[in-house]
Nanobody, 117 residues
Framework: QVQLVESGGGLVQAGGSLRLSCAAS????????MGWYRQAPGAQRELVADINSGGSTNYADSVKGRFTISRDNTKNTVYLQMNSLKPEDTAVYYC???????????WGQGTQVTVSS
């Protein structure tokens, strides 16, 4: 079982920045992919960005050029730097970790991001 602990959410004005962090507990298996998803009220959970162990990244079109995902493999930690935030970025942000060897995925508890106009 992998535990994911997220931090860094909060309230920010439009145009501002936040940095989310997600630390995974120790595991005997390599975490292949880590990512951030978000879910706004009444909406489905959607991918924001993910990154594999080699550093390849993938972003939702809505955040390209504004958000940057990175990870520290030595700490099993993934970060999401969010700049130029917009009110439509308001959501609960969830961290996800995937371990391909055992076909398992794990989710964090979520952290609220609120962007005021």
């Amino acid at each position: 079982q992998v535990q994911l602990v997220e931090s860094g959410g909060g309230l920010v004005q439009a145009g501002g920045s936040l940095r989310l962090s997600c630390a995974a507990s120790r595991t005997p298996f390599s975490i292949n992919k880590m990512g951030w998803y978000r879910q706004a009220p009444g909406a489905q959970r959607e991918l924001v960005a993910d990154i594999n162990s080699g550093g390849s990244t993938n972003y939702a079109d809505s955040v390209k050029g504004r958000f940057t995902i990175s990870r520290d493999n030595t700490k099993n930690t993934v970060y999401l730097q969010m700049n130029s935030l917009k009110p439509e970025d308001t959501a609960v942000y969830y961290c996800k970790a995937e371990i391909s060897l055992i076909s398992k995925s794990y989710w964090g508890q979520g952290t609220q991001v609120t962007v005021s106009s």
